[in-house]
Structures are given as structure tokens and as C-alpha cells.
């Protein structure tokens, strides 16, 4: 294993949607972050996709830290048997204290906090705030669309191929694991001119 990634953030669903290869795709990967002997960081419910990544990673023996803010307490339903929960005052220190926290982080599939999560991890590290590794988890070819926009901003000049390319994708846990765990970030600026 790679000593860089001893946690990683999970963001996901707050429901466990209309597939249900969501939820199986959810426990498969958290069975492999804990038999890497990975920590789990995540934003603290016990409900939806959250609850089942949760679940999943202390049912396999795993440690489970979750981030939750204070107003959001009794909305999504606190985890009540973690390893620890942290609460905290807002939402922007929910996203700084789990990026601090985390060595990498994966998107499973979720609605518009999960994408504003994942899009700010990555967009720190084409500014080179961190560099650390950012994937999806493409169940069911839930991001299909949203591969193809990112694809469509390359060739129309708003995003750097290279920077297109830091964000790793695949439907497999394991082999999504495996290219976070080999993940370098590419010494490309971000104010450079644009390469399509």
C-alpha cells in the first residue's frame, strides 16, 4: 500500500437512489478501504449511501471518522456508533476538516453536494492547494454525462487536458483503489496556456 493513503473521503449520496448497484457498489468499496487498512473520512449520516459506506467499514472492523456541522445535526441523521464524529460550525470547515483529514477522495454516486465536493478537491488540486488524488466511482455509468461534459470543456479550452486527466474514474473499487494509490499529480500550472 502506499503510505500516503492512510484515509479517504468518501462523498456521497444522502439517499441510496434508484439503482440499487449504488448501494452494493458503496459496501464493495468500503470492504476494500478496510482490508487496505485505509480510514474512512466522511461527512457523518447514517443515512443513504453515507450510512451504507459507514456501516459497511466498521461491520469489517474499520475505523469510520465522520464530519458533520452543527445545524445539520438532526437533518442528516448523525451516525451514532463511529469511530469519532467531529462537529463543526459550517459547512466550508465540514469541506476544509475532511480535505484536511483525507490523504485522497472518491465520489460515489450523489446529488449536488457531492459534485460541489468533489469538483473543490479537484479544482485544489489544479491550483495546487493538495495533491492528493480524486476519483469517481462511474456505478452504472451514473457519470456518464458529467465524463462527457469534462470532455467537451477540454475541447472547447477550459480545461487542460492534463488537468481533465487528474481525475481518475472507473466502475471497479479495487481498480479505482489501486490508481489512487499510484496517483502523482501532473506538474502542469493551471494559468498556462491552454493545450487541446
Not at 468499496?29 to 456501516?55: H, P, Q
Not at 459534485?115 to 479537484?122: A, D, P
Request: hydrophobic share 45%; glycine share 8%.
Amino acid at each position: 500500500m502506499n503510505d500516503k493513503l492512510r484515509s479517504i473521503c468518501i462523498y456521497c449520496g444522502s439517499a441510496t437512489g434508484a439503482d440499487t448497484q449504488y448501494a452494493a457498489a458503496a459496501r464493495e468499496l468500503s470492504r476494500e478501504i478496510v482490508k487496505r487498512n485505509m480510514r474512512l473520512v466522511y461527512g457523518g449520516a447514517s443515512i443513504g449511501l453515507m450510512g451504507v459506506v459507514a456501516d459497511t467499514v466498521l461491520e469489517a472492523g474499520g475505523d469510520a471518522i465522520g464530519v458533520l456541522p452543527k445545524n445539520l445535526f438532526r437533518k442528516e441523521v448523525p451516525h451514532e456508533n463511529l469511530t469519532r464524529m467531529i462537529l463543526v460550525d459550517s459547512m466550508h470547515e465540514r469541506k476544509a476538516k475532511m480535505a484536511e483529514l483525507a490523504d485522497g477522495f472518491i465520489a460515489l454516486p450523489g446529488g449536488l453536494g457531492t459534485l460541489e465536493e468533489l469538483l473543490e478537491m479537484l479544482t485544489w488540486s489544479q491550483l495546487k492547494i493538495h495533491e492528493k488524488p480524486c476519483a469517481m466511482l462511474n456505478v452504472s455509468g451514473y457519470y456518464d454525462q458529467l465524463i462527457e461534459f469534462l470532455d467537451h470543456s477540454v475541447l472547447q479550452g477550459f480545461i487542460r487536458s492534463a488537468h481533465r486527466e487528474m481525475l481518475i474514474i472507473d466502475s471497479q473499487p479495487a481498480v479505482l483503489l489501486d490508481a489512487c494509490e499510484s496517483f502523482s499529480r501532473p506538474d502542469v500550472q493551471k494559468w498556462a496556456e491552454l493545450d487541446n
